[in-house]
C-alpha cells in the first residue's frame, strides 16, 4: 500500500519520483539525463540480512510487473 507524502529537501533540482512503504522500505524512480531509458532505485528496511533480501526482490517485482503492465509488454 503506497502512501503519500511531501518532504522539502535541499538537493539539485531532479525529476525522482520517490515512494516510501509502511514497512520503511522504498523504490524511486527518475529518467536517465543521457539516454531514453528510466532507472530504479530500491531501499528496504528489515530486522536480518535475509528478511531485506527477500523484501527487496519483492518489492521489485511488484514494482516491474506494475511497470510492465502500464506499457504492455
Request: hydrophobic share 35%.
Amino acid at each position: 500500500m503506497l502512501t503519500t507524502q511531501q518532504e522539502t529537501m535541499d538537493l539539485p533540482s531532479s525529476n525522482v519520483l520517490k515512494y516510501w512503504l509502511k514497512d520503511g522500505s522504498w523504490f524511486a524512480i527518475r529518467p536517465s539525463g543521457t539516454e531514453p531509458k528510466v532507472k530504479f532505485y530500491f531501499g528496504v528496511k528489515q530486522v536480518t540480512e535475509n528478511r531485506s533480501e527477500k523484501r527487496l526482490q519483492e518489492i521489485q517485482e511488484n514494482v516491474m510487473s506494475a511497470v510492465k503492465n502500464m506499457i504492455c509488454i
